[in-house]
């Protein structure tokens, strides 16, 4: 069987740069969910819980503003910070 590749730790916000973080970097699969999510329609408790590993039990403001917060970001990557990625090709 194939070694499972660890998902990298999620923090609560994203640490926001107009250019690519290290945290980006570790992070471009947990942004390309988030936005496969999104274009299925799925509903943000399921994500922030499957994608984002929150506990909406303990904290559903706080798990919210998670998924909200990495969402903003994938975004972003989408509309710039891809640029980033090109450039240092």
Same mark, same amino acid.
């Given at each position: 069987? =194939? ?9 609560? /916000?994203?640490?926001?740069?107009? !250019?690519? !973080? ?6 471009? @699969? !947990?942004? @390309? #969910? %988030? %936005?496969?999510? /999104?274009? /299925? ?5 399921? @994500?922030?819980?499957? @994608? ?5 039990? =303990? ?8 998924? /909200?917060?990495?969402? =903003? #970001? ?16």
């Amino acid at each position: 069987m =194939a070694n499972a590749i660890s998902a990298p730790d999620i923090a609560d /916000e994203v640490p926001w740069s107009d !250019t690519l !973080t290290p945290y980006d970097e570790a992070h471009f @699969v !947990t942004y @390309v #969910r %988030l %936005l496969d999510a /999104e274009a /299925e329609g799925a509903e943000w408790p399921e @994500v922030a819980r499957v @994608v984002l590993h929150r506990d909406l039990d =303990a904290n559903p403001v706080s798990a919210r503003r998670c998924w /909200e917060d990495h969402l =903003a #970001r994938a975004h972003w990557m989408t509309r710039s910070g891809y640029r980033h990625l090109l450039e240092s090709a």
